[in-house]
């Protein structure tokens, strides 16, 4: 869907009334090329910012109300609430999200001296795992910083955006994906360190090939009680291993020191995700630099390598993602394919040859619905920059 930012205002003054001058901002959704559940590990994410994300329109009020309307929620209506009652509210629907931004600036401190109207409208598809929720935290805080002069940075907006998800809204995430909404940078993916929020722009050029994302069209129940899990799995076993070595987080061991201490985890199963977890790292690493050096077959092979370990190891695929991955794999001119995101549903991300994306999408297109009875959805995607403003 094209989002048309005079069409947006039209709407706003309709809604909310013409006077003033409503300002317009932009927050992209992320796609991540490898680096997956490594974020709370203190590992290594290589993700990029997307061009499709979330609109918003803004303008201050006088009194201690704020108004939300969702394009993408017309049946929610207004939702209106107060600044003075920011409480996480199952009826209030995704306002919740803009919510927890608001409670999260006040509890740093940051006072908002007023409420303010809002329109949202975005383009990202609806339960894709391409982080359509990070892009609404950090399009909320960019809009609360310049309409009411806060000085903030972006990497603080992203940390906010992570701190109202885990402590608003129940959802235990890392940072990369309100990093990557907040940071991220035309034509590069950023390598980001999570262990200490270092990163470097990485330039994706790939005049041969295209990203591809595949949508599976199917999001599991239970996404963030299972995500929690994980999480819960990887801390037991970091716990086991600070007993035999000195680390801080799983993303500091190299795969022989794992293989030195992993005994020491006493659950199979917490052992399994220490493995993803410690080799998922070590093969961003790796990419990264195949990918400076323009080695996209390996990098390509390290994709496939996170899918066949996120499949067995951490067990975050599906049965949709892993047959959109093997037909993928069975397509020639494919150079990688996995799953990306949280998982248990959601999107691959695939490098496609340029001459062999018609081929991949129609091989894909009829394969998987013959197996699965569902459509998939194809996006050819573009890397974009990360928030800004719009006029
Ligand atoms: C979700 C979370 C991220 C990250 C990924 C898995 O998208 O929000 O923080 O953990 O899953 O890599």
Redesign the pocket.
Known sequence: MAVNVTQLKEKFAELFGPEGEPKAYFAPGRV?LI??????NGGH?FPCALTIGTYGIIRPRTDRTVRFYSLNFTNLGIVEISLDNLVPDEKDGWTNYPKGIMWTFEKRGYHIPAGADILICGDIPAGS?L?S??SLEVLTGLMLRDTFGFDISMVDLALIG?YS?NNFNG?N??????FASAMGKKDCAIFLDTSNLNYEYAPVKLPDAKIVITNSKVKHSLVSSA?NDRRRESETALKDLQSVVDIKALGDLTEEQFEQYKDAVKDPVCQKRAKHAVYENQRTIHAVAALKKNDIDTFGKLINESHISLRDDYE?SCAETDILAELAWSVPGVLGSRIT???FGGCTVSIVKNESVDLFIRTLDKAYEEKTGNKAEFYVVDIGDGAHALD
């Open positions: 991540n680096g997956e559940h490594t974020d709370y994410v795992g982080s929720s990070a992570q998800e959802m995430c890392g940072i990369m994906d309100q995500y975050t995101g949280g998982g």
